[in-house]
């Protein structure tokens, strides 16, 4: 399985962004696709999932400004991120998880966003 993801740059506070996920290769019918990030010094964390039949989940500090999608047809999850903040500069990275016996994890390489004036 490869993730290609796009989107991230730079914006203002208050700003907008669409981050997108692409996966490609052998991808389960049934998974989680979702998006994590890392600030410098920090672990990475969640920040969104999406499960194959549109159950959604966020993390706290997100909820109510980002909105999590996918669709299924193309293999590919959409972050859309308004009311943009500085503490939300990381570096986003998507994800996949699927599996029957076992999860296996898949990650992409990586997007930047940062947030400032």
């Known amino acids: 399985v490869q993730l290609q993801a796009s989107g991230g740059g730079l914006v203002q506070p208050g700003g907008s962004l669409r981050l997108s996920c692409a996966a490609s290769?052998?991808?389960?019918?049934?998974?989680?696709m979702g998006w994590y990030r890392q600030a410098p010094g920090k672990q990475r964390e969640l920040v969104a999932t999406?499960?194959?039949?549109?159950?959604?989940n966020y993390a706290d500090s997100v909820k109510g400004r980002f909105t999590i999608s996918r669709d299924n047809g193309k293999n590919t999850v959409y972050l859309q991120m308004n009311s943009l903040k500085p503490e939300d500069t990381a570096v986003y990275y998507c994800?996949?998880?699927?599996?029957?016996?076992?999860?296996?994890?898949?990650w992409g390489q990586g997007t930047q966003v940062t947030v400032s004036s």
């Open positions: 994800n996949v998880k699927q599996g029957i016996l076992r999860i296996y994890n898949y």
């Open positions: 290769g052998s991808i389960f019918n049934s998974n989680t």
């Open positions: 999406i499960t194959s039949d549109i159950s959604t």
